[in-house]
Structure formats: C-alpha cells, structure tokens
C-alpha cells in the first residue's frame, strides 16, 4: 500500500472512531452537538491521526 492509500484508510478509521464517539451524545439535533459534528468530521488531511496509527503500527499495537 502507498503512502496516499495508507493516508486515506487512516482517515476513514479516524473518522469512523469520532462519528463512533460523537453518535451516543444526547441532544443530537443540537446546535452544540452539530458543531462538534462539523469540527470533528471536517475534512482534512488527518496527518497527526496517520502519525499515531503508524507509530502504534511500528511497535506491534493492533488498532
């Protein structure tokens, strides 16, 4: 896998996890929770999360 294909899965998994964390909130038609919706799932390369995934990869941690 190259580097844009590793990028991409490691986007997705990290924005299934914040969708996963965000959908059990209550109040979900809220202006409170919309926003973090927004911040949280806004696009963006997600280079940090690739960074995490790819050091926990280095030393053997299943994600």
Known sequence: ?????QLEACVKQANQALS????????QNTPVV????YGALLG???LRP???YATGHMFGVST
Do not use: H, N, S, W
Not at 1 to 5: A, L, N, V, Y
Not at 34 to 37: A, D, F, G, L, S
């Open 34 to 37: 919309e926003t973090m919706q």
């Open 50 to 52: 690739f960074l995490v």
């Open 1 to 5: 896998m190259d580097f844009p294909q």
């Open 20 to 27: 996963r964390f965000i959908a059990p909130l209550p109040f």
């Open 44 to 46: 963006g390369k997600r």
